[in-house]
């Protein structure tokens, strides 16, 4: 059975930086793509930053643009996110997404065309 574990989440102070990773195991990915979403406090689950495998096209939303970048290992069938000048807005639950079925030409911000989930981890940024 597929599995996502996130790690590299904590508390940050506001301009610091976060790695996130995520690592897939029981299936590889490579054929479709993986992505980052957040959910804050009281919003919904949004996407951050996603990658497509088979051509290495990525989607980042407005907010994180110029300080967070997605990036992948083929080898490992892991994804990273690379977090720079955090905000105290970015303060939510982080959650790695997969895809695994269906076709490779998908919209790489809907949350509806990802499988696989992992558990989330916690990022917070203080002011």
């Known amino acids: 059975q597929a599995q996502l574990v996130e790690s590299g989440g904590g508390l940050v102070q506001s301009g610091g930086s976060l790695r996130l990773s995520c690592a897939a195991s029981?299936?590889?990915?490579?054929?479709?793509?993986m992505g980052w979403f957040r959910r804050a406090p009281g919003k919904e689950r949004d996407l951050v930053a996603a990658?497509?495998?088979?051509?290495?096209?990525?989607d980042y939303a407005d907010s994180v643009k110029g300080r967070f970048t997605i990036s992948r290992d083929n080898v490992k069938n892991t994804v990273y996110l690379q977090m720079n000048s955090l905000k105290p807005e970015d303060t939510a639950v982080y959650y790695c997404?997969?895809?695994?079925?269906?076709?490779?030409?998908?919209?790489?911000?809907?949350?509806?065309?990802?499988?696989?989930w992992g558990q989330g981890t916690q990022v917070t940024v203080s002011s």
């Open positions: 997404a997969a895809r695994g079925s269906g076709s490779v030409y998908y919209t790489l911000s809907f949350v509806k065309n990802y499988d696989y």
């Open positions: 029981g299936r590889t990915f490579s054929r479709y793509g």
């Open positions: 990658i497509r495998w088979s051509d290495g096209s990525t």
